[in-house]
């Protein structure tokens, strides 16, 4: 058997197009604040995750 190809960076690419249409509906729909507020609670989740991943990492390296 080959390997299967690698679609990681197809699959970036595409998260970013399919986002950035959300924000531009959101944003055309309900307007910039609305929009602007959805992209701070993503990238205050997107914050929480990092510093949860951060933390196990520290308590598995301690143990």
């Known amino acids: 058997m080959t390997s299967?190809?690698?679609?990681r960076v197809a699959c970036l690419w595409m998260g970013f197009f399919n986002l950035l249409m959300v924000f531009v509906t959101i944003w055309a729909?309900?307007?910039l604040v609305a929009a602007g507020m959805l992209a701070y609670a993503i990238n205050l989740?997107?914050?929480r995750l990092a510093w949860r991943k951060a933390q196990r990492e520290a308590v598995y390296v301690k143990r």
């Open 45 to 47: 989740c997107i914050t």
């Open 29 to 31: 729909v309900w307007g």
């Open 4 to 7: 299967a190809p690698d679609y």
